[in-house]
């Protein structure tokens, strides 16, 4: 079953060992590289399980969560599951600790990981939704020139979304195996990452993380959905059949000017020993700067690590936490590491050895004080909505079957019909 399993005794170790649980990738890789240092400074030993992406949080840690064999001191989670595991009495509050030592104030939007009036994780990667594009096309001067002659402005960054449209319609040049953006199309939840970034375009989102209001039967998110329609026209094929691991492959082979995805794409795409594309790729915070929208909301996907109920270590799987996600760790997980991350902790996005290895860091740290970032309603039946209802129905349009307007209304319905029979709304 794992994938990886790290354990290192420590020089000063006591008979404690706390076992980290996550998944494999770049931003859990950079959180396990600073675990020997921290096993050392806290006085433990330590083990890191690193289990498959999808099997780790939709089937390892649930089971685990609710045969509670204790198999993990600390689990690595998406604040999405924040209430699945509550519910499950799975997590320690960090109010149960010392909280200040986290040092809370530095933590880009460490409120969202609140609920129930309770903190649950410690942030660690901070992914923005946005656009990334290809800047060797964008610079080249015989592309700027024809882009001024057929629409009239520079081609640069895009500033709204139909400059992005305008930029995508150039570049798509099926003849030449070049197409002007590859999307996430899977009947999967890859797929709802295009619709939420247009959606938020519009100041919209699916479901108020608030006032759980639905709006994507309405005006302004049939125009989100027309958009998305839209931007498939241009689409790579691969698109259709495409999760996170295809779409990315596709970008980074250079068959696709632009895709709209998680900031963290940058850390991939800029790897030189897989990708074709590898420092000619730009980044485009959504929502975008020129569209307008008077309360534009922007979507932020926080992974961290948790400390478990079923520990029997608490206070040291807590020091080994504050260890883990300080500055330093922060800083040595962006610098350190193959391909380094996306830090959540503001004193690393503006730290200049973090930002020696990436100058778009700053760009982050400048933008996120312009955006409204909220985050999906925090009630455990979200889950089918993002995972079931969205997917298959999003797909349904796609692919033609379903119109734009019978995809707002049964997602409406099915999305009303999951709140009633969760007892959210009458």
């Known amino acids: 079953m794992l994938a990886l399993l790290l354990g290192l005794p420590t020089a000063q170790a006591q008979d404690v060992t706390i076992s980290i649980g996550s998944e494999t990738g770049v ?47 600390i689990a690595y989670i998406p604040i999405s599951k924040i209430a699945q595991f509550v519910a499950a009495d799975y997590l320690l509050p960090l109010e149960d600790f010392d909280i200040d030592a986290l040092d809370p104030d530095d933590i880009a939007f460490f409120n969202l990981t609140e609920y129930e009036g309770k903190h649950w994780l410690v942030p660690w990667l901070n992914e923005y939704q946005g656009i990334l594009y290809r800047t060797d ?17 520079e081609l640069a960054a895009p500033q709204s979304m139909q400059q992005y449209f305008d930029q995508v319609a150039h570049f798509n040049r099926p003849d030449e195996g070049l197409y002007g953006n590859i999307a996430y199309g899977l009947r999967a939840p890859w ?8 959606s938020f375009m ?16 309405t005006p302004s998110g049939i125009a989100a959905l027309n958009d998305m329609m839209m931007l498939y026209e241009y689409a790579d094929p691969a698109s259709y059949t495409a999760g996170w691991v295809e779409g990315n492959a596709n970008f980074t082979a250079g068959r696709d000017y632009s895709l709209v995805t998680w900031n963290s794409v940058l850390l991939y795409g800029n790897d030189p020993d897989t990708s074709q594309v590898a420092g000619n790729i730009g980044f485009q915070l959504i929502p975008l700067p020129g569209d307008g929208v008077e309360e534009p909301e922007g979507f932020l996907s926080q992974w961290g690590p948790a400390i478990s109920s079923t520990t029997e270590n608490p206070e040291k799987t807590f020091e080994m936490l504050v260890c883990l996600t300080n500055t330093e760790s922060g800083v ?47 009630i455990p039946e ?5 995972g079931e209802v969205l997917p298959r129905l999003l797909s349904a349009m796609v692919t ?19 709140l009633r029979d969760g007892g959210h709304i009458e």
């Open 202 to 217: 519009y100041g919209l989102q699916v479901v108020d993380n608030e006032s759980l209001e639905i709006s994507v039967n």
């Open 137 to 153: 096309l964008m610079n080249d001067p015989d592309e700027q020139a024809a882009f001024m002659e057929a629409y009239g402005y």
């Open 27 to 73: 931003h859990a890789d950079a959180l396990i590289a600073n675990a020997e240092r921290c096993a050392m400074e806290v006085g433990v030993n330590y083990e890191a399980h690193q289990l498959p992406p999808g099997e780790w949080i939709n089937s390892i840690l649930p089971t685990e969560a609710a045969v509670r064999s204790g198999l993990y001191d």
């Open 400 to 418: 033609g079957e379903l119109t734009v307007e019978e995809t707002a209304a049964t997602i409406e319905a099915e999305i009303l019909q999951i």
């Open 332 to 378: 040595h997980g962006v610098t350190a590491t193959k391909l380094g991350n996306s830090p959540s902790r503001i004193s690393v996005l503006q730290d200049e050895r973090a930002l020696a290895r990436f100058p778009w860091l700053g760009d982050i740290a400048a933008g996120i004080q312009g955006l409204n970032i909220i985050s999906t309603p925090n």
């Open 191 to 198: 797929i709802t990452i295009l619709h939420e970034a247009l």
């Open 382 to 386: 979200y889950g089918d909505v993002r």
